[in-house]
């Protein structure tokens, strides 16, 4: 079946960029999403990007396509202690009459040093 | 804004008490979502919907049951909860496939249930 992967960790200092890696396996996946979940709370779209995209670029976040590979990250600049979350990658998958199921990778827990 | 609300942030029950956890969700989504998320296992989907009075097992269905009389609601049900069941419980909701942002999907705050 479908399944979506990625580290569990990544610490950097603040100011230095973060870079959080996903693959995938489902190479019929319209959007591919990243969400981001702070301590105590639900998650929440940080940003997506369509599968005929290369790059998708938002402030601060750098979001990078790799179709062939199946691989997606997401690059944080300056990273800040605000920034400190965990990370889900998700891609969507419509099938039948049940469509709206996203796939959701375990999380990267993202910590920010000061 | 869309806006999905859960009855209970921080939940506390006994072992064999029969459980309600409800979700609301005030943008006329069509689909709804139960996740269990626990450490090192990410999101699991429980249960989801796509219509009202229709329901779908997800990956991790057992022990657990759900109702969708209306479009806006959403319970998950514990039978007869078990200690394994303490766990963090997220309910999320999504337009239709085909709209403009496909399968986003808007999450509630969640519920920390825990069962002793």
């Known amino acids: 079946g479908e399944d979506v992967e990625q580290s569990l960790f990544l610490s950097v200092r603040e100011g230095d960029s973060s870079v959080i890696n996903c693959t995938y396996t489902?190479?019929?996946?319209?959007?591919l999403y990243w969400y981001k979940q702070e301590p105590g709370a639900g998650l929440q779209l940080l940003t997506y990007i369509f599968s005929n995209m290369d790059m998708k670029q938002d402030q601060r976040l750098t979001v990078l396509l790799n179709k062939k590979d199946k691989h997606l990250s997401l690059r944080i600049a300056d990273t800040q202690t605000g920034d400190s979350a965990i990370y889900f990658c998700a891609e969507g998958t419509p099938f039948g009459g049940s469509q709206g199921n996203l796939i959701f990778g375990k999380g990267t827990k993202l910590s920010v040093k000061p | 804004d869309v806006k999905v609300t859960q009855s209970s942030r921080y939940l506390v029950k006994r072992t064999g008490e029969k459980v309600f956890l409800e979700c609301v969700q005030d943008m006329d989504h069509e689909n709804m979502f139960w996740y269990r998320q626990d450490p090192g296992l990410g999101l699991r989907l429980i249960y989801f919907s796509y219509d009202v009075k229709m329901k779908e097992k997800g990956d991790i269905p057992e022990g657990y049951s759900v109702s969708r009389e209306k479009k806006e609601r959403f319970s998950l049900i514990l039978e007869s909860a078990s200690t394994n069941q303490t766990s963090m419980y997220l309910c999320?909701?999504?337009?239709?496939?085909?709209?403009?942002?496909?399968?986003?999907?808007?999450f509630g705050p969640g519920t920390r249930l825990t069962v002793l």
């Open positions: 999320a909701s999504s337009l239709e496939a085909g709209g403009f942002l496909g399968d986003e999907q808007f």
């Open positions: 489902d190479s019929s996946s319209t959007y």
